[in-house]
């Protein structure tokens, strides 16, 4: 195990701790960085909002992901094998080729706004691109097999007989994915939640490229202070707090929940 933790405290905490460092260091040993990111109001706003965006796509990915998963834990051969491919496909290509990609659909003469017009849903362009929506829409697409693959490692670990069992005993489909599938699936739920949301707190190229200057996220937010401003302390003291709200959020679900459940394994 010595070379995993090596790479880990080399690749990862030794820069973390650098970069906070600086943060309370620079150019003197102060907290004035993070006073200054609780007391003004803008700051705030921008770390609710990515709250907010990271919460509606964790839920949409959810909503999306659940059917799929079923499908996949309910299909067998080739078909499973199709559904699979299609889950696993994005991640041959780069965050930044999705990304773009969506940028060309929702453009103002994009495939979108030209099927609305053509539908007569509208009647001019509408504006998609660099909005909260055209955000939540595309992370959700990057993120998405994040939440699939849990949930189908979850329900894949059920046992068919639970239904027949449950059918046996006078329960309907719906009561029976209530009190059996739901329940039992929840660890994989919970899990593919906190990739995908713990993942959308920090991500930076998709919100950099189809969002406004007017809605930023904190990753984008962060990247203008070091880019544009050349303000490392006060970078360095948003990269704290972003670090802070992670932990206390792994922390709380690991107390109620045991990680080694979340991607479906035994109970």
Request: with cysteine.
């Amino acid at each position: 195990m010595l070379p995993f933790f090596a790479l880990i405290f080399f690749a990862f905490l030794y820069p973390l701790v650098s970069l906070l460092s600086i943060s309370v260091l620079e150019p003197q040993p102060t907290l004035e960085n993070y006073r200054k990111v609780v007391d003004n109001p803008i700051y705030l706003t921008v770390l609710l909002r990515t709250l907010w965006i990271a919460l509606l796509v964790s839920l949409l990915s959810l909503a999306l992901a659940f059917p799929v998963a079923w499908l996949m834990a309910r299909s067998k051969g080739p078909k499973v094998a199709f559904i699979t491919a299609c889950i696993l496909l994005p991640f041959w290509s780069s965050v930044l080729v999705r990304t773009a990609a969506w940028a060309v659909l929702l453009q103002r003469h994009g495939l979108i706004n030209e099927g609305l017009q053509l539908i007569g849903i509208t009647s001019e362009p509408v504006r998609l691109l660099y909005t909260q929506g055209a955000v939540v829409v595309a992370m959700t697409h990057v993120l998405m097999p994040f939440m699939v693959l849990p949930i189908y490692g979850a329900l894949r670990n059920i046992p068919a007989d639970y239904a027949r069992a449950a059918a046996i005993c006078g329960a309907n489909p719906l009561r029976t994915f209530r009190e059996v599938y739901l329940p039992l699936t929840m660890p994989g739920i919970i899990g593919g939640f906190i990739l995908v949301f713990l993942t959308s707190l920090g991500y930076f190229i998709t919100p950099a490229l189809l969002g406004s200057p007017q809605e930023m996220m904190i990753a984008t937010l962060i990247s203008q202070q070091i880019r544009e401003y050349l303000d490392w302390p006060f970078a360095a003291a948003l990269v704290g707090v972003l670090t802070l709200f992670v932990t206390v959020i792994t922390l709380a679900f690991s107390k109620v929940f045991r990680f080694d459940r979340m991607m479906g394994g035994a109970a």
